[in-house]
């Protein structure tokens, strides 16, 4: 391998107490060397079989349970041409509606990705025709006019959904399995994080020319750090990286705050690694050890002044505390999993374009002591076209790459990805996708 | 030119790596007796042996805290005792740069100007009869501007004056003291080496903005460093030299 020197990271081998986040090493599976086709990019063909036998099949993240505070709140969601209404009911739960009227075919509630303080009902603008937060009929106007009646449905199409990890889940499967099972070793391996006690701090969507797996790729290997994202060099150990495939979704953990080992060791502390000191209240001209040691010092400081600055780091290990704990959540959602924040990413298809995407990006910060709840405002949703807004210099520039892997994907001269050992997640990503698309295909025989 | 330096001794702080060790390492081939010394003794070891095996004098060392007094003065006690002597001397370590805290001023203060200023009230004995060189180590960031206001820049600034005093101070002695400033410097694991691959447009700026369109190397930096410390340069004294393939823009009047 290209490196400059010899590194191993050093690892907690014991979870944080009895609820920790596991950390030992899962078996690798076997998935073979096969390339994967092309076409799974950028087929119009493949995007109807994702649909049919895979996006309509799993639970989607939809947003969060402080979104929906209060009864009759609601939020709405979309995936390809579908909305979904999510609205908080009176006994705390939260159903999910395909959002249509059942008279005209009239979208419900127009707005998007915004959460909507509390209706009492909710009233069709084309006639009027009005539901309740429950979504059953509550008025139709002009009833006796319809000599066939109400529809017999009775209200809204209701779709199965539930909440974990502070956010609400919904599937457009009726037989779905429940979401905890589907989730799988999720919730064990991230509650220890409190999600619910971070706050969104910026929420925005952007539309790509790429496919939306060509994104879900792009961060699940560290490969391509030391082509697209050089500067992480002087950040992170891109090479010693524990990778865990799991039944559906996987997850690799990576040293920050540490050098790799395809850079000498400067004289001096990297600035990205002083910003790491800074956020946990070092001072690195204070410090006067050696650059690789710096991450355990990062580790041992924020564990001794974690509850000081008001941030409770019980429930999570020393690695934890430093580095990137990076889960990838089937098909769609990945997360960036830091002590302090979660960079989340959700990846969904465009309706139409295998090669478009929408790009969701949300970052959720643990607040401080100095975090006043009652000055939070929620950012505000909006949607951009690539090139309109920064999403920081790291993802910035997978976005501007995308579109020339996308563009790249569909020459004759490209028959399919050639993955190695440090894209693992990919082919096990794309392991579980296939197992979707084959179950469909055995389904409909 | 016979640049003189054979059986001369010089001392060099911060010698084992970077720029100082390949100073030291020129010192060692000019047939120079070469004293080193950095805060671990497994590094000054190391650069110790791999230094004997092509010099021609004596290549001594010790782990020394610089930032310690009585460590320092020690340190050169220990090496001109068994070396017999100093003639030479290059106050090469610094605390580097950063803005990170007022903590940076004191660090970039106790290495950069202590570091010297210690060093010259140590070695100065050793030259009064028999005249010497001192050779401190600047920065072009002391004579433009330079990425952001900081310490290490302004102290290392204080380095040209203090130098230029102390060769009107004990010039009668025959000590000579000047003063070599590099510009932007590349070696592996050096600050450029990491600028070179985080960020790349900045590099190729910075190559540009030199009239000799490239970054120095740690050799060419030595290559003054020895010529101001050797009697070629015997004529030479209270200069600061800028070794920076014209990096900085102004007129040296």
């Known amino acids: ?445 | 030119m016979d640049l003189g330096l054979r059986d001369k001794n010089v001392l060099i702080t911060g010698s084992t790596a970077g720029i100082g060790r390949r100073i030291a390492n020129l010192f060692a081939a000019e047939g120079a007796n070469v004293a080193i010394c950095s805060r671990t003794e497994e590094s000054v070891k190391l650069a110790v042996k791999e230094m004997s095996l092509m010099a021609e004098g004596r290549i001594i060392g010790a782990p020394c805290n610089i930032k310690d007094k009585e460590d320092y003065e020690k340190w050169v006690a220990d090496m001109a005792e068994e070396l017999g002597g100093v003639d030479v001397f290059i106050p090469n370590v610094s605390a580097g740069g950063g803005n990170d805290s007022e903590r940076n001023w004191w660090k970039n203060f106790e290495v950069d100007v202590l570091g010297t200023v210690r060093g010259v009230e140590a070695v100065l004995p050793f030259m009064q009869e028999t005249g010497g060189a001192i050779t401190m180590i600047g920065t072009t960031a002391a004579v433009e501007t330079f990425m952001e206001p900081q310490p290490y820049n302004a102290m290392k600034a204080s380095l040209i004056t203090y130098a230029k005093q102390l060769s009107q101070a004990h010039g009668d002695t025959g000590v000579r003291v000047n003063v070599v400033s590099p510009g932007p410097i590349y070696f592996d694991g050096g600050a450029w080496d990491m600028i070179k691959i985080s960020n790349e447009k900045f590099f190729g700026i910075t190559e540009k903005t030199h009239a000799l369109g490239r970054l120095g190397t740690p050799e060419e930096v030595a290559n003054c460093v020895v010529f101001l410390s050797s009697q070629a340069a015997s004529w030479v004294t209270g200069v600061n030299l800028c070794v920076d393939g014209g990096y900085t823009k102004r007129v040296q009047l």
């Open chain 1, 1 to 445: 391998m290209k490196v400059r020197r010899q590194q191993k990271i050093q690892r907690t081998t014991k979870k944080q107490g009895k609820n920790g986040t596991p950390v030992e090493v899962a078996p690798k599976p076997e998935l073979g060397s096969a390339l994967i086709p092309k076409e799974r990019y950028v087929s119009p063909d493949y995007m109807a079989q994702e649909w049919e036998h895979m996006w309509s099949k799993v639970w989607l993240m939809a947003c969060r349970d402080e979104d929906l505070p209060e009864p009759g709140d609601h939020y709405v969601t979309e995936i390809r041409n579908e909305s979904i209404l999510l609205v908080r009911q009176k006994d705390n739960s939260v159903k999910a509606f395909y959002n249509v009227c059942h008279h005209r075919g009239n979208r419900l509630v127009h707005s998007f990705e915004k959460p909507q303080e509390a209706a009492t009902s909710f009233k069709c603008k084309y006639h009027d025709w009005e539901y309740a937060i429950n979504g059953s009929f509550m008025d139709i106007p002009d009833l006796e006019t319809f000599p066939q009646g109400a529809p017999p449905c009775g209200g809204l199409t209701e779709l199965p959904c539930d909440s974990w990890g502070s956010f609400v889940w919904y599937s457009l499967n009726q037989d779905v399995e429940p979401l905890m099972d589907y989730l799988g070793i999720i919730p064990e391996h991230l509650d220890p994080y409190h999600f619910e006690r971070m706050v969104l701090t910026k929420t925005l969507t952007v539309e790509w020319d790429c496919n939306w797996k060509a994104s879900v790729d792009a961060f699940n290997e560290s490969y391509h750090v030391q082509g697209i994202h050089k500067q992480l060099l002087y950040y992170l150990d891109d090479l010693d990286i524990q990778i865990d495939c799991y039944e559906k979704h996987n997850r690799y953990l990576i040293a920050f705050g540490v050098l790799s080992p395809r850079v000498v060791a400067p004289g001096e502390i990297p600035p990205a690694i002083k910003v790491v000191m800074k956020d946990a209240g070092m001072d690195p001209a204070s410090y006067e050890g050696s650059v690789h040691d710096i991450r355990h010092a990062v580790q041992k400081f924020k564990r001794e002044n974690g509850p000081s600055q008001g941030k409770d780091y019980s429930a999570l290990n020393d690695d934890q505390l430093t580095d990137d704990y990076h889960y990838m959540i089937f098909p769609n959602i990945t997360m960036n999993v830091h002590a302090d924040d979660l960079m989340l990413f959700r990846q969904r298809p465009h309706p139409e374009d295998p090669n478009k995407m929408l790009f969701d990006y949300y970052m959720y910060e643990l607040p401080d002591e100095e975090f006043d709840a009652e000055e939070y405002r929620r950012p505000l949703h909006k949607q951009y076209k690539y090139g309109e807004v920064s999403l920081g210099l790291v993802i910035n520039q997978d976005a501007y790459n995308l579109p020339f892997v996308q563009k790249g994907m569909q020459s004759e001269g490209y028959e399919g990805l050639w993955i190695g050992d440090q894209e693992l997640r990919i082919r096990h990503f794309h392991d579980t996708l296939e197992k979707y698309l084959d179950s469909g295909a055995v389904t409909k025989k």
